[in-house]
């Protein structure tokens, strides 16, 4: 395997934040600021260069539920299978804490290629809120040429055998 994953503390090891993939998912850096406070940080990095982090993904537990906050792979190393080794972690961290609560990811509408990961994952659409980051980023935000304007929100279905 050419891509492995490892915790990170944001408290202590603050320095090694990788920011710039932090708000390619996120760009409201305060908000960023705020859940990293409180959250368990998943980092990908290459076997042979363990210092150059390719991808991050940042998770928190709640009372009722898990919520992946946040997802982000280097764009040049997109479409690799860092974003799914990343989830796949995720997923095996979760589901060996013995409680059994709900396991949710939000993302935006226009996010093709992130929601098709999701998806072939076993997340499923549960919600959709319009115009959530039209009312809650104050810059617009841009995939491509256009506009990001709703929120989907899936929850983890895991496959039954």
């Not at 898990?66 to 280097?74: P, S, Y």
């Not at 804490?97 to 994952?121: C, F, R, W």
Request: contains cysteine.
């Amino acid at each position: 395997m050419k891509w492995l994953t490892a915790f990170l503390d944001p408290q202590k090891e603050a320095e090694r934040l990788p920011w710039s993939l932090l708000l390619d998912a996120d760009p409201n850096q305060e908000l960023v600021k705020d859940y990293l406070e409180k959250s368990r940080v998943l980092i990908a990095y290459e076997k042979q260069v363990p210092e150059r982090i390719v991808g991050i993904l940042v998770y928190e537990e709640r009372v009722a539920e898990w919520e992946i906050l946040n997802v982000a792979v280097t764009p040049a190393l997109q479409n690799q299978g860092i974003g799914r080794l990343l989830l796949q972690r995720c997923l095996q961290e979760i589901m060996n804490q013995e409680e059994d609560k709900q396991i949710l990811i939000k993302t935006g509408d226009l996010t093709s290629p992130a929601l098709s990961l999701y998806q072939k994952m076993g997340f499923r659409q549960i919600d959709f809120v319009k115009d959530y980051f039209v009312k809650n980023y104050p810059e617009p935000i841009f995939e491509g040429d256009k506009q990001l304007r709703n929120q989907v929100i899936l929850a983890y279905q895991p496959k039954m055998n």
